[in-house]
C-alpha cells in the first residue's frame, strides 16, 4: 500500500514558477514509477510527466516538455514537478500517482495509486 500526498499548489501568474512535491509513505516507493496528471474543469485526467524508479527514463506530455521538469528523491520518498513559464491553460488539479509497471505508462489506468490533488491556477 502507497499513500500519496502532494503539496506546493498555488494561485500564480502567467510567466512564473512553482515547484510541487509528492511526498509517498508505504512500501517501495523507490521501486515504483511516479505519474504526474492533471485534470482541469469539464476535462479528462491527462498526464503530464513520469519518471521511473532509477529516474533514467522520464516522460513529458508534449504540452510541457521544456517548460516542466519531473525529479524524484528515493531517500526523501518524494517526487518533484518543477513548472516553470505557467501558462493559464496548466490551470488545473494536479495528482501524483504510482505503480508497478514496466517503463514509464503515460495512462491513467496504468496507475494503482493516487494522491488528492494540489490546485494550480495560472492568471493571465
Known amino acids: 500500500q502507497v499513500q500519496l500526498v502532494e503539496s506546493g499548489g498555488g494561485l500564480v501568474q502567467a510567466g512564473d514558477s512553482l515547484r510541487l512535491s509528492c511526498a509517498a509513505s508505504g512500501r517501495s516507493f523507490s521501486n515504483r514509477v511516479m505519474g504526474w496528471f492533471r485534470q482541469a474543469p469539464g476535462k479528462e485526467r491527462e498526464f503530464v510527466a513520469a519518471i521511473r524508479w532509477d529516474a533514467v527514463s522520464r516522460s513529458y506530455a508534449d504540452s510541457v516538455k521544456d517548460r516542466f521538469t519531473v525529479s524524484r528523491d528515493n531517500a526523501k520518498n518524494t517526487v518533484y514537478l518543477q513548472m516553470t513559464s505557467l501558462k493559464p491553460e496548466d490551470t488545473a488539479v494536479y495528482y501524483c500517482?504510482?505503480?508497478?509497471?514496466?517503463?514509464?505508462?503515460?495512462?491513467?489506468?496504468?496507475?494503482?495509486?493516487w494522491g488528492q490533488g494540489t490546485q494550480v491556477t495560472v492568471s493571465s
Open positions: 500517482a504510482a505503480t508497478n509497471q514496466w517503463g514509464v505508462p503515460t495512462r491513467p489506468n496504468a496507475y494503482d495509486y
